[in-house]
């Protein structure tokens, strides 16, 4: 029996359309994912004036990267729905490795803003808005974690994206660096802040109305 549009399953749609979501999420991470191999490149080639901020703090570099990169990539098919419903093992299981990993990302992370020296373009309040996310993005991965715990779907749902989002934070900042870099010139100081903290900012609310949107539309589907 020949299976037409009219008789196909639903789900099996949804699959389909809903491939842009880890898509568009792996390729966000590709530039972060790139630089922590770049750096751990360059770290392994010895220490220089560019990179000895990074040698005096080795373990926060490479626990950010390590646990960063793994959270970003397999992060990516945690927010995929359809991938999600089909197989909801793998979900449980990756997520006992990428709330740890995403963990020790966002710990690392805020570790390197508050010790290391500040580089002749960033601030202090960079500094600050790195500690505000990187605070955000912990805090998320804890409460998804204990919404899960308590059987609160819709709250791990929420947090859980809030994680995220902030941990791409890095990918969308390349995309409103670039453009910027091109027309204005390398920036430096609060121009750099601002432009980075709107990176975090876009990044949240696009999570947020995304998931919202998702559990709207599955209470709709049941109550229909």
Same mark, same amino acid.
Request: aromatic residues 10%.
């Given at each position: 029996?020949?299976?037409?549009?009219?008789?196909?399953?639903?789900?099996?749609?949804?699959?389909?359309?809903?491939?842009?979501?880890?898509?568009?999420?792996?390729?966000?991470?590709?530039?972060?994912?790139?630089?922590?191999?770049?750096?751990?490149?360059?770290?392994?080639?010895?220490?220089?004036?560019?990179?000895?901020?990074?040698?005096?703090?080795?373990?926060?570099?490479?626990?950010?990267?390590?646990?960063?990169?793994?959270?970003?990539?397999?992060?990516?098919?945690?927010?995929?729905?359809?991938? $999600? *419903?089909?197989?909801?093992?793998?979900? %449980? +299981?990756?997520? @006992?490795?990428?709330?740890? =990993?995403?963990? !020790? #990302?966002?710990?690392?992370?805020?570790?390197?803003?508050?010790?290391?020296?500040?580089?002749?373009?960033?601030?202090?309040?960079?500094?600050?808005?790195?500690?505000?996310?990187?605070?955000?993005?912990?805090?998320?991965?804890?409460?998804?974690?204990?919404?899960?715990? $308590? *059987?609160?779907?819709?709250?791990?749902? %929420? +947090?859980?994206? @809030?994680?995220?989002?902030? =941990?791409?934070? !890095? #990918?969308?900042?390349?995309?409103?660096?670039?453009?910027?870099?091109?027309?204005?010139?390398?920036?430096?100081?609060?121009?750099?802040?601002?432009?980075?903290?709107?990176?975090?900012?876009?990044?949240?609310?696009?999570?947020?109305?995304?998931?919202?949107?998702?559990?709207? *539309?599955?209470?709709?589907?049941?109550?229909?």
């Amino acid at each position: 029996m020949t299976t037409t549009a009219a008789t196909r399953p639903a789900s099996a749609t949804r699959s389909r359309r809903d491939w842009w979501i880890p898509a568009s999420l792996l390729a966000l991470a590709v530039v972060p994912s790139l630089g922590g191999v770049f750096r751990l490149v360059d770290l392994s080639g010895g220490r220089t004036a560019e990179n000895a901020r990074f040698f005096d703090l080795p373990a926060p570099i490479l626990v950010h990267i390590f646990g960063a990169t793994a959270y970003l990539l397999l992060g990516a098919l945690q927010l995929w729905p359809s991938f $999600r *419903r089909r197989r909801p093992g793998w979900h %449980r +299981w990756t997520g @006992r490795v990428l709330v740890p =990993a995403g963990v !020790a #990302g966002g710990l690392s992370g805020m570790w390197m803003a508050a010790f290391s020296d500040l580089t002749t373009h960033d601030n202090t309040t960079l500094m600050w808005l790195r500690l505000l996310f990187g605070a955000v993005m912990v805090a998320g991965l804890v409460l998804g974690l204990l919404a899960i715990r $308590r *059987r609160d779907v819709r709250t791990h749902q %929420r +947090w859980m994206a @809030r994680a995220y989002a902030v =941990a791409q934070g !890095a #990918g969308t900042q390349a995309l409103f660096l670039g453009p910027y870099v091109a027309l204005v010139g390398q920036p430096s100081g609060h121009p750099k802040a601002v432009v980075m903290g709107l990176a975090w900012v876009l990044n949240l609310a696009v999570a947020e109305w995304l998931v919202r949107r998702s559990q709207t *539309r599955q209470s709709s589907r049941r109550a229909w």
